[in-house]
């Protein structure tokens, strides 16, 4: 006796689009317990440290503003790393073989990355650089010292500018992952443009280590975020674009790359 079966409807394949990669990238990065321990020191450092040093400052030469962006020094440390790691930690473990063969052809893979991480970086540090302006001017406040307030010229774009600073440099970290595909080197090429470059400067005449130094990636970003302007540094908005053309074209050249490796 045959016993009738119904067959199972056949069920498309999901097609690749872009949103799926985003979302994919999404669940990785919320998912992984580095990448959130890393962005909350980054966060921590951005809240933390300008009210701390509120708490300590000397009434003589207090800049109420320049006080709450403090922790940026910090927070582009742990912002340069993941952004590394966001893209190394995948070539460490080979689950880049998975990514890359999931989505053949491959840019959407970088893109949704440095978008994801970009978001994740502007919301968190934007949220993380106003709570450390508003405690650190109630300080100064409780102290019966000067303070600014959003209103005041200029201070907006300064506080919500160290978020747009960390942000491109999220873009630029994740780029020079894909470009290095190693950790330790890429993390080590964050932090040579960070803290090393800017010091091998001095080394030149006066005049020409202003003129270079004002054109480096972390300088010429912090730019955006410095209320009061000197000969030796550039614009704000200048500045910005500067480190945004930078990390252009360290992303046109890790999707080179990406196109022309095999893995």
Known sequence: MSVETTPRPQVAPGRITQGRVLHSEWIKMRSVRSTRLTLAFAVAALVGLGPLIALFAPAQGLDPVAISTTG???AQLAVGALGVLVVSGEYSTGMIRVSLTAVPRRLPVLWAKTAVYAVVTWVSMTAAAVAA???????LAS?????????DPGVARTVLGSAAYLTVLAVLSVAIGALTRATAGGVAAILGILLVLPVLTRVLPSTTADTVARYLPGNAGQAIFTLHQSSATLSPWAGLTVLFLYAGVALAGAALMLRRRDV
């Open 72 to 74: 940026y020094l910090f």
């Open 133 to 139: 302006f508003l405690l650190s001017q109630a300080i």
């Open 143 to 151: 102290r019966g010292l000067a303070t600014a307030s959003l209103g």
